[in-house]
């Protein structure tokens, strides 16, 4: 069952996105070269808990750390661990924070050094389609017009959309309905309605969609072995507009989209 959202509620998860937010801005210069996964989570949990929250995965059902931290194949869920970075990496961060009784939920991909073509060009489609997501969000429309939106776009490059995973409704739960698939048919799944806060956060694949789960149960990884990349943001519907809440300071994303 969705659960819609008051604008004072609205109002009050603002903040803990923008924390989300700024803990990616607060980690960029420390995710380069010979940066190590287990320090990146480190300093990660340090500025949540400075800044008053709880880094929302830590302890959920089980899992280790802090943030996710998903290197090259790994598609998400991927657990920080003693892994230096190297050039020609690429390393999505996945940030929830717990403030004010809320979740905010953002994530990133970053180019390691020089990266190939190929792994720029993924992780530019990628971030491209989830604007595509968020542009086809209305009120009057459907969960499936986010995903035909997306799965139109990157399937038009070449590309694979997981399909295992998606986003999903957020607020006082971590995860909520509904489920936000990232392929779909305009027209289909839950109507979209002003007081709805959910993440759209695409997850593309270089080679095939297929995934494994490794034996922790935790990191998603493409069954061939090929690039994964991800972006995310979470957004509240109101009635005349979009709010994308997790847009970060130094980003010249817009922070809403007007109907």
């Avoid at 959202?5 to 937010?21: D, G, P």
């Avoid at 953002?106 to 542009?135: H, M, N, P």
């Avoid at 209305?138 to 776009?153: L, N, S, T, V, Y």
Wanted: aromatic share 8%.
């Amino acid at each position: 069952m969705v659960k819609y959202k008051s604008k004072q509620e609205i109002e009050m998860m603002k903040r803990t996105c923008k924390l989300a937010s700024e803990v990616l801005v607060y980690i960029a210069p420390f995710v380069k070269v010979g940066a190590n996964c287990l320090e990146i989570d480190s300093l990660c949990h340090d500025f949540i808990v400075k800044n008053g929250a709880t880094p929302s995965p830590l302890n959920y059902k089980g899992y280790p750390k802090s943030i996710c931290t998903s290197v090259n194949e790994v598609v998400c869920h991927g657990i920080p661990k003693d892994y230096q970075l190297r050039e020609g990496d690429i390393v999505n961060l996945d940030i929830t924070t717990f403030l004010d009784g809320f979740h905010g939920d953002t994530s990133k991909t970053f180019l390691i050094g020089k990266v190939s073509r190929a792994a720029r060009d993924l992780v530019q489609t990628c971030y491209e389609s989830l604007w595509k997501g968020i542009e086809a969000v209305r009120p009057g429309g459907h969960i499936g017009d986010i995903g035909e939106a997306i799965q139109k776009f990157v399937e038009a490059k070449g590309y694979s959309i997981v399909r295992e995973y998606c986003g999903h409704g957020i607020g006082r739960g971590f995860h909520e309905d509904p489920p936000v698939p990232h392929y779909g048919k305009k027209g289909t799944g839950a109507p979209i309605k002003p007081g709805m806060v959910f993440t759209i956060e695409p997850m593309v694949n270089l080679g095939s969609p297929d995934i494994e789960i490794l034996d922790d149960d935790w990191t998603v990884i493409t069954r061939d072995k090929k690039l994964s990349a991800q972006f995310e943001h979470t957004v509240a519907i109101s009635e005349d507009k979009i709010e994308i809440m997790t847009v970060t300071a130094d980003s010249t994303e817009p922070r809403e989209i007007l109907f």
